[in-house]
């Protein structure tokens, strides 16, 4: 990984944004940041003193560091220290364009101005001896035949694009490479369940999306496909379905209402007939308490389908993870029957009535029911334990 102030321009934005003028980077040693925070806020024309001649010192110093780094590593000779040159170059050549903007400066009666180099001879060949060493480089890592290798060729590969859209046989390389430095992982199913699953039910637990379980270096497959030397084995068993009895709870209780019967005569205390003030005998109405018994009943029955997943390494014919997936389905029904007078039901009786019992669902339709929520918990498992797949 490059060291961060190599990329010069991400630092002078960063520098912008944080506390302190031009001056203040001087003095730090930050030259870079420095001339950024001089230069803009003399393109602002502000023409503060102190950033002309923050500008004038920081800047041969930025460059006699960067310089002074390059030299080193030419001196190392490291081959893999190319990019990094090419990068401090770039580096030299954008400060250097960006303080053109604004010199040369008029200060005090005399002119301001600094030395310019010609940098993209020495990019030019820092980039082309940095392509060819990871060129080199990726084409003898492949030549090791394992992913590890195979990995690291692709991002070697994958620098050269950043220096050439099209360098020898790159991008054949790097199909080939990321080929074989990727895991493919094959996932199948069977039953070890007392019940019979057809192929047809088995086959849709696992029509699954795999895009989102596929990663830079992980591909799965759900089709067996003879051209690919599967490495892992991801073996989804049914070991569990076990369905509940159908069964039926009753209860119950008794609504009551009380209604008009009638009339009746109003007795005195002796038991005779009252009358009134015409001399008309007095009446009254009658009423009487109605029952009617709501007898509910509830269905029920239920499943679940347990599964067993093992993360098989193929190399090593060993087992290297499990996980496991289930899904439940429940039956529920609920039905209301009166028995009585159904007058004396309330309103939220009359509605419950109406609901009547129906057929417990078959294994078969409760099966059915409950394939999605298990083709989901399969997914599922597999994509908490991808970390089983190296």
């Known amino acids: 990984m490059l060291m961060k102030r190599i990329y010069y321009?991400?630092?002078?934005?960063l520098?912008?944004?944080?506390c302190g003028g031009s001056k203040k980077a001087l003095d730090i040693g930050d030259y870079n940041t420095a001339v950024y925070k001089a230069v803009k806020a003399l393109q602002r024309k502000e023409t503060k003193e102190k950033d002309i001649l923050t500008l004038q010192e920081a800047y041969p110093k930025a460059v006699e560091r960067d310089m002074k780094e390059i030299n080193q590593l030419k001196l190392e000779g490291a081959p893999e220290s190319w990019e990094r040159i090419y990068y401090i170059y770039k580096a030299l050549?954008?400060?250097?364009?960006?303080?053109?903007?604004?010199?040369?400066i008029q200060f005090e009666g005399r002119e301001i101005d600094f030395e310019y180099a010609d940098y993209q001879k020495n990019m030019v060949e820092a980039k082309q001896?940095?392509?060819n060493f990871y060129y080199t480089n990726a084409k003898e890592l492949m030549k090791n035949?394992?992913?590890?290798?195979?990995?690291k060729a692709y991002?070697?590969?994958?620098?050269?694009?950043?220096?050439?859209?099209t360098y020898e046989d790159v991008e054949q390389l790097m199909e080939e490479a990321k080929f074989l430095g990727t895991s493919h992982a094959l996932i199948s199913i069977k039953n070890e369940a007392e019940y019979n699953f057809d192929r047809a039910y088995l086959a849709e637990l696992l029509n699954f999306g795999?895009?989102?379980?596929?990663?830079?270096?992980?591909?799965?497959?759900?089709?067996?496909?003879?051209n690919i030397n599967y490495d892992y084995d991801i073996i989804v068993s049914l070991t569990n379905t076990n369905f509940t009895e159908a069964i039926r709870e009753r209860s119950e209780y008794v609504d009551k209402k009380v209604i008009k019967d009638?009339?009746?005569?109003?007795?005195?205390?002796?038991?005779n007939v009252k009358k009134d003030s015409a001399g008309n005998d007095m009446k009254k109405e009658k009423f009487k308490t109605i029952e009617c018994k709501v007898i509910k009943e509830i269905q029920k029955k239920s499943l679940i389908v347990v599964a067993n997943i093992q993360y098989i390494d193929k190399v090593t014919n060993q087992v290297v993870g499990n996980s496991r997936a289930e899904a439940t389905e429940n039956f529920v029904h609920e039905s209301v029957s009166a028995q009585g007078n159904t007058e004396a039901l309330t309103d939220a009786s009359k509605e419950a009535i109406k609901r009547n019992p129906i057929p417990f669902p078959s294994n078969e339709e409760m099966l059915n029911s409950v394939k999605i929520n298990l083709r989901n918990s399969i997914k599922n498992s597999i994509k908490s334990n991808l970390n089983f797949i190296k």
């Open 9 to 13: 321009i991400l630092i002078a934005i």
């Open 15 to 18: 520098g912008l944004n944080s």
């Open 93 to 104: 050549d954008d400060r250097q364009e960006l303080v053109k903007t604004v010199a040369p």
């Open 129 to 131: 001896r940095a392509a």
């Open 145 to 151: 035949d394992n992913q590890t290798s195979n990995r």
């Open 155 to 165: 991002e070697q590969l994958k620098k050269i694009k950043k220096f050439y859209a």
């Open 210 to 226: 795999i895009a989102d379980l596929n990663s830079d270096w992980k591909n799965f497959y759900t089709n067996f496909n003879e």
């Open 262 to 271: 009638g009339w009746e005569y109003v007795l005195d205390e002796r038991g």
